[in-house]
């Protein structure tokens, strides 16, 4: 068989097509990355399960500029491969790999050696050996978008490449890290990576750029970037709370940026830095973290300022081991355990402030804001912060902030399982991160977004809480219920029947209705005639007026109030009118000269419509007939008559009748047989007559 390869190719597991249309989809994706040269052509594959009985595995895409795509939803479109090998292998430039389910193989996607823009988004990978998606040494310009990364026995995403972009992905609770990064000029930013065994990204290269992501409840670092000249990263408006051991930590790390994230909840310290030079910590809070919020060891030449050190369980600042002439000021070091362990002499303040120390007992006789005497860090090495602050520099703001939830309404009834949680929040300053909690369960922060996607909601009520955190940590929450309901009523016609026919121009159809439970409940109906407009109504019944003669159909449809609905229809017919007949054949008085009389009229009905015809001559019995003609043989001569009756489907009827005469005489008169009894008569008159005028001549 001849066929055309077309710019998409297509795949059903199952089939045993060829793949060039959806009506040929071949029954594997092997058969098509290995029959066709894919360059500039998008592969579409339908939901179903593509394993080791259909598929060889690993899934080789070798051609340039190729996408391999799912039609439906990762959990329709299901990609299981083997213990043994990769499950997708990305071989060459410009590949889209986009919504599957990719689950239980030796690693998940495997880019090779030296390809360019690879793009891998809207996936669900999982359960693999090693990591969900590798990316080989020399690969530029990859971009990892919205995929869900999860349960894999190595790292969630290991990236070698220059430039790649890790972006807006759930990377959670594979074995080792969420993200590892060994080259240089990467992005990773609007991640959540939490509860992996690892740190929540590790990065052993320079010039990346670390924004935006939340990192909670990693089993070490949020953050460590590792080793001997990985400098001159960017980490800002992070989210690192929970995570087992450090929230940030860089070993050997020089003149990295530090600024703006929210550190809270750490296991050992909130920013660790050990030999570590040049770095800038700036406007990050720092907060209830086990042990120290800062901790510095044999690291120098570092700035500190502006930030809020909060709450920490031992020390908010800790300076060892030679780590010298680092420049700490207008930072806020506030409900520490300590304020500050100092060991080597570093400066707490420039020329013009120091820091805030809420344990500082001086007087500002002056109302300067500048505290009359230093605030005392290490008597024994004549260390102090010469200008302390007399109010913060960062923990100004007092006023809640405001949150509220615009979708779905409050009390809302809704007919799907999924459902978007909608808000809008602000402050003074700015929301810092927000909080969600379902049903009363635990709070989940889940940083700045101001959406939250809600699955598998089972029938009945629900609840949502946000709470919005502002810099200050001041909060202000809003809360609603909705109903789920997604089982659709039911409704049923009464009356009429289904195929009735009614001698009325005026029907009323009645019709009842329900929910099941848990159920939103009935909320209206609406009706339709004969396709015309629907019309609600909240009544179980309706009066159709002036109905005209024939065919009518009525459709109910009913509306819970999460406006799941149902629908039904009636057919009827109306019939108030009798048939009508009318003789065409013969005419009325006509004379027929044989004893064969066919007679033919027309009937019709406009309601019921005609279901047969009667007909019968002189009074005789009525015969049935479904034509409009019959012929009556042998009739004698003379005059007759014949009727014919119509009768509708309903049992309606009306008649016709003609009158006619028949003369089958060949010379004309009143019929052959009288004729012939004329002629006997004159016969026998002659007779009588010759008969007498013999017997007188015999006399005479």
Not at 48 to 67: A, C, H, K, M, Q
Not at 108 to 130: E, K, L, S
Not at 132 to 153: A, D, K, P
Not at 155 to 179: A, E, P, Q, R, W
């Amino acid at each position: 068989m001849s066929f055309t390869i077309t710019d998409t190719l297509w795949v059903e597991a199952g089939e045993n097509g060829k793949g060039v249309s959806e009506q040929q989809a071949a029954g594997n994706i092997s058969f098509v990355l290995t029959s066709y040269n894919l360059t500039h052509r998008i592969v579409k594959v339908k939901p179903g399960t593509y394993d080791s009985t259909i598929e060889r595995f690993p899934l080789n895409v070798t051609d340039f500029n190729v996408t391999l795509k799912a039609v439906g939803t990762p959990a329709d479109t299901i990609i299981e491969g083997t213990e043994e090998d990769y499950c997708i292998k990305i071989m060459a430039n410009n590949i889209e790999i986009k919504n599957f389910s990719i689950i239980n193989g030796e690693y998940g996607i495997y880019v090779t050696w030296d390809v360019r823009n690879a793009t891998v988004m809207d996936n669900f990978i999982h359960n693999h050996d090693g990591d969900g998606i590798y990316m080989s040494y020399g690969n530029n310009y990859t971009l990892i978008t919205h995929n869900t990364i999860t349960g894999n026995g190595g790292t969630g995403i290991y990236s070698n490449g220059y430039y790649t972009n890790i972006t807006k992905n759930n990377i959670t609770n594979n074995d080792l890290d969420g993200v590892e990064v060994f080259d240089p000029n990467q992005t990773i930013v609007h991640n959540n990576i939490s509860y992996n065994k690892g740190d929540g990204i590790t990065v052993y290269s320079s010039y990346n750029n670390l924004s935006c992501n939340l990192l909670t409840s990693n089993n070490w670092d949020g953050i460590t970037i590792w080793g001997e000249d990985y400098e001159d990263n960017i980490l800002t408006e992070n989210i690192i709370t929970g995570n087992e051991l450090d929230g940030i930590e860089l070993y050997e790390s020089d003149r990295n940026i530090i600024t703006e994230n929210i550190i809270s909840n750490s296991g050992y310290n909130g920013i660790s830095l050990s030999s570590s030079t040049y770095n800038q910590l700036k406007e990050n809070s720092i907060q209830h973290s086990d042990y120290d919020g800062l901790y510095l060891k044999r690291s120098s030449e570092n700035t500190i300022k502006n930030n809020i050190i909060l709450d920490n369980h031992d020390y908010g600042l800790v300076l060892i081991d030679s780590s010298k002439s680092n420049h700490i000021y207008r930072n806020d070091f506030v409900g520490n355990g300590l304020n500050v362990k100092d060991e080597c002499g570093n400066a707490f303040n420039n020329s013009k402030v120091g820091n805030y120390w809420d344990t500082y007992l001086g007087k500002d006789a002056n109302n300067d804001e500048i505290g009359d005497t230093p605030y005392l860090i290490n008597e024994t090495l004549g260390i102090n912060d010469h200008l302390p602050s007399m109010t913060f520099f960062n923990i100004e703001d007092t006023t809640s902030p405001s949150v509220s939830i615009t979708h779905p309404n409050g009390n809302a009834n809704i007919s799907s399982s999924e459902i978007s949680v909608v808000w809008s929040g602000s402050d003074n300053t700015d929301v810092s991160y927000y909080e969600i909690r379902i049903d009363g369960g635990s709070w989940e922060n889940i940083g700045e977004v101001i959406s939250y996607d809600l699955t598998g909601l089972e029938e009945g009520i629900h609840s949502v809480n946000i709470t919005a955190v502002d810099g200050g940590g001041n909060k202000a929450s809003y809360s609603i219920s909705f109903t789920i309901d997604t089982v659709m009523p039911s409704v049923s016609i009464d009356s009429p029947q289904d195929d009735a026919i009614l001698n009325a121009s005026s029907v009323t159809v009645t019709w009842s209705g329900s929910d099941p439970t848990p159920s939103s409940g009935i909320q209206t109906y609406s009706y339709q005639l004969d396709g015309n407009t629907w019309m609600n109504i909240t009544a179980t019944s309706h009066m159709f007026s002036d109905l005209t003669e024939g065919d009518h159909t009525v459709r109910i449809k009913v509306y819970d109030w999460a406006r799941n609905e149902d629908v039904i229809s009636v057919s009827f017919v109306v019939d108030t009118e009798d048939p009508t007949i009318s003789i065409i054949s013969p005419e009325d008085d006509a004379t027929i000269e044989k004893d064969t009389v066919t007679v033919e009229w027309t009937g019709s009905d406009e309601g019921s419509g005609i279901d047969y015809y009667e007909v019968r001559l002189d009074s005789n019995s009525w015969e049935t007939v479904d034509g409009t003609s019959y012929e009556f043989t042998d009739v004698s001569d003379g005059g007759h008559t014949v009727e014919v009756r119509a009768v509708d489907t309903s049992g309606k009827t009306s008649m016709a009748s003609v009158s006619f005469t028949v003369n089958t005489s060949p010379i004309g008169g009143p019929g052959l047989l009288e004729e012939f009894a004329i002629v006997g008569a004159f016969v026998a008159i002659v007779a009588i007559v010759v008969a007498l005028y013999f017997l007188k001549w015999k006399k005479g």
